[in-house]
């Protein structure tokens, strides 16, 4: 009998729901038309698109048409922040952003530094909050981005969006929030929060993968990011890929009339793990805000062990959860978003992510603790540092 497979990697990607899939089918084959050509089963495909763009502008208090689709969070943060660098560069060369990122951000960054640009990276405090303080004084006359990402993908600390949009609009500024682990788990009003433009990603809220969308807001003067014909209102051209859109309508919908049900299921579950782990198992730290997180969200480090063992072993009772970003999973190095709160190399590397869904269970979660009990433990046994530990500590 095959083991059953318990799965904590939801901040890394999300099965589809059913629903989604179903919704898609028929546009593989029966409504495969082109919505640019002009007949009917090629029309009807246009009114598809413009139906999700309205739902998803709905979902964030925008009009549907500062909605425009990508390929996913990667591409909608690299096209606010070259496409806002290309427009405004006459204005100024220097951008604002935070140590934490995701690296669809710090790399485009690092690309746009290369081309002449001044980029300023905001400590976090502990929790991985961005000191407003420091974000005040950072600004400057030729100041023409900030992005600041709306919660962190691997310690799950929601940012003060609200105060960032602010400052942003009370200096003229544009604010760009990389929101793809926030949306679909978190109410957004970009009018309330002064948000100029907002990445999202399908595959994060159990759409399908390689879609997503840019919310641009009216007026900003940002050019062409794919050059070509005229979709996307001539910002960003290839044929639309409507099953994908599709998809993430459906995926939308589920997940804004779900959404208070599920945050609630979840933060429970949520701090249920906590609890237990902290309680019951010694030597480890969460880390990330304890309150102002993602319903979803847990990440403690585990002293004295490597966070990759820890994931093998996981892994072999049927676990899977990941030590950080997905986009990293291939590094060597520990992750530059718990350096950033200020853990030491060695505590960051025994880090573990755990990000939980809907379908989990309260019995998968005492399973989960009751695995990692024994496997630290394991772990631990088989370390020189700790063994020096323990007898220093008597």
């Not at 585990?302 to 996981?314: A, D, N, P, R, V």
Request: charge should be negative; glycine fraction near 8%.
């Amino acid at each position: 009998m095959d083991q059953k497979v318990i799965y904590l990697d939801h901040a890394a990607t999300t099965a589809a729901r059913p629903e989604v899939v179903e919704a898609m089918l028929p546009y593989f084959t029966e409504h495969f038309g082109n919505p640019s050509s002009i007949y009917s089963i090629a029309a009807a495909n246009k009114k598809v698109i413009t139906d999700v763009r309205e739902r998803i502008g709905q979902s964030l208090h925008a009009p549907a048409q500062d909605i425009y689709f990508t390929a996913g969070g990667t591409e909608s943060d690299n096209w606010a922040l070259k496409a806002t660098a290309e427009a405004y560069e006459k204005k100024g060369k220097h951008i604002i952003t935070s140590k934490i990122e995701h690296h669809a951000i710090l790399h485009t960054c690092e690309y746009l530094a290369k081309k002449g640009f001044e980029i300023t990276y905001l400590d976090v405090d502990e929790n991985g909050i961005v000191k407003l303080d420091q974000l005040k004084a950072a600004i400057r006359p030729d100041t023409i981005l900030i992005s600041i990402m709306f919660a962190n993908n691997e310690i799950g600390t929601i940012e003060p969006i609200e105060e960032i949009g602010a400052i942003a609009k009370e200096h003229g500024i544009l604010f760009h929030t990389d929101a793809v682990q926030a949306y679909g788990q978190l109410p957004i009003d970009v009018e309330k929060l002064h948000i100029d433009m907002l990445s999202a990603s399908g595959h994060k809220l159990m759409g399908p993968k390689g879609i997503g969308f840019l919310y641009i807001r009216k007026g900003l003067k940002l050019r062409s990011f794919i050059h070509g014909g005229a979709q996307e209102r001539s910002r960003r051209a290839g044929t639309e890929n409507v099953t994908g859109i599709v998809g993430l309508g459906k995926a939308v919908e589920v997940a804004m009339e779900t959404m208070e049900e599920r945050r609630e299921k979840e933060t429970f579950m949520r701090d249920h793990l906590i609890d237990r782990i902290l309680k019951e198992i010694p030597y480890a730290r969460l880390n990330g805000d304890r309150n102002r997180r993602l319903p979803n969200n847990v990440n403690i480090s585990f002293q004295f062990i490597e966070g990759e063992s820890l994931l093998i072993m996981l892994d072999m009772k049927g676990i899977c959860a990941s030590s950080g970003s997905a986009c990293t999973s291939g590094s060597l190095d520990p992750s530059h978003v718990l350096l950033a709160i200020g853990l030491p190399h060695e505590i960051a590397h025994g880090s573990l992510r755990l990000t939980l869904g809907d379908e989990n269970t309260m019995e998968e979660m005492d399973y989960v603790v009751e695995q990692l009990k024994e496997i630290v433990e394991k772990l631990r046994n088989m370390s020189p540092l700790y063994e020096d530990f323990i007898k220093h500590s008597k």
